[in-house]
């Protein structure tokens, strides 16, 4: 089966020679970018979508969510706004309520959040556990994610549950809890902070999971400065996501290494904290992703192009680097060479906008944009 998109006004591959390409073609055979090039060499296809001048995008990668929960806290959103202040805890309001949830009905949610990522351009995300901070929680909540992705994280080091020693938590989210979770999980994560868990602990809980083999990948830097992004340049994470407090130090370790520096602007506007300052991170030579940490708490948008905008009118991004960010940025944080580009041979994940441009991601924020969704079912 081959489909050929016809008349693209814009078409944005990420090609080295030329990632942005005018009057376009591309064909898809087999799920994959088979052909690129002007859209009056367009080869015959099986099927044939008349792009009419509009704008084709690579589909959004989300490389940080927490899609399976139950329950919601827009009651702490609404205080919060009035002013309180955000601080770590909260997850345990959404522990409690997705404890209490039945697997059918963490799924059935975690699947209508999936179709609305989807419906807004997502067409690969990355999901965690972290809700359950129990054994059989856990293992349900990844096993509920593992249905919908293999870009599975376990999260058992959320926060350390009502009640429970901060020692002994650590040796079940590295024993027990672990090997309940192993099977289900690509990735290890743990949030690094003040509140939740230091460095140590933090080292400890990624050098397990590496030696499970899972694949590391930290919360960072959110709320404070802190020992999270060095943390993850030394084991070798995947990416750092938050990077809101950065010293010059974290900055350098984070272009050295090449650990992926993942910006979460969705938490800045819901928390009503400062943004990362994305600009420097780029000037730096630093490797950035957008994602939206779709959760309950602190970001609850499914939208990637908010956070485009947010990033362009917020975070010193161009709307062109702010969705590189948002679909290559997305590929590198997760470790995957076949999505977050339309270069020859790459999953045939894409958008047709409703824009003949890449520009009215940021220029038309809240607009849905999005006419097509294009995902390879292999
Ligand atoms: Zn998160």
Redesign the pocket.
């Known amino acids: 089966m081959s489909t050929a998109i016809r008349g693209i006004g814009e078409l944005v591959t990420w090609d080295d020679d030329q990632p942005i390409r005018r009057d376009a073609g591309l064909v898809i055979d087999d799920g994959r970018v088979a052909w690129v090039g002007a859209s009056a060499d367009t080869p015959a296809a099986d099927e044939v979508i008349e792009a009419d001048g509009a704008a084709v995008i690579p589909g959004f990668v989300d490389s940080?969510?927490?899609l399976v929960f139950a329950g919601d806290r827009a009651e702490e959103f609404a205080a919060r706004m009035a002013g309180r202040r955000y601080e770590a805890g909260g997850i345990r309001t959404t522990v409690a309520a997705t404890r209490a949830a039945s697997t059918e009905q963490l799924a059935a949610g975690a699947e209508a959040r999936l179709a609305e990522l989807r419906a807004q351009g997502t067409t690969t995300v990355e999901i965690?556990s972290g809700y359950g901070l129990d054994v059989a929680t856990e293992a349900r909540l990844l096993e509920v994610a593992a249905a919908l992705t293999p870009e599975t994280t376990y999260l058992g080091a959320h926060v350390v549950p009502s009640g429970v020693d901060p020692d002994a938590y650590i040796a079940l989210v590295t024993g027990a809890m672990l090997e309940a979770c192993a099977p289900h999980a690509k990735w290890i994560d743990v949030?690094c902070e003040t509140g939740a868990f230091d460095a140590d602990q933090a080292r400890t809980v990624l050098r397990a999971g590496q030696a499970a083999g899972l694949l590391p990948r930290i919360?960072a830097n959110q709320l404070g400065y802190g020992p999270g992004v060095q943390l993850a340049c030394e084991v070798g994470a995947a990416a750092a996501?938050?990077c809101t407090y950065l010293s010059d130090a974290d900055v350098a370790a984070l272009a050295e290494t090449g650990v992926v520096a993942g910006l979460?602007p969705g938490v800045e506007f819901s928390t009503r904290h400062p943004y990362p300052d994305a600009r420097r991170l780029l000037d730096a030579g630093v490797r950035v992703a957008i994602a939206t940490?779709c959760?309950p708490g602190?970001s609850y948008t499914s939208s990637m192009s908010f956070c485009i905008a947010l990033a362009v009118r917020e975070m010193g991004l161009t709307p062109t680097e702010a969705l590189h960010a948002a679909t290559q940025g997305g590929a590198w944080s997760l470790q995957r060479t076949d999505v977050g580009h339309l270069r020859l041979g790459a999953r045939a994940d894409l958008v047709v906008l409703n824009a003949p441009s890449h520009l009215h991601l940021a220029y038309r924020p809240g607009v849905p944009l999005m006419r097509q969704v294009v995902r390879a079912a292999v």
């Open positions: 940080h969510t927490h965690k949030f919360h996501d938050h979460l940490d959760n602190t």
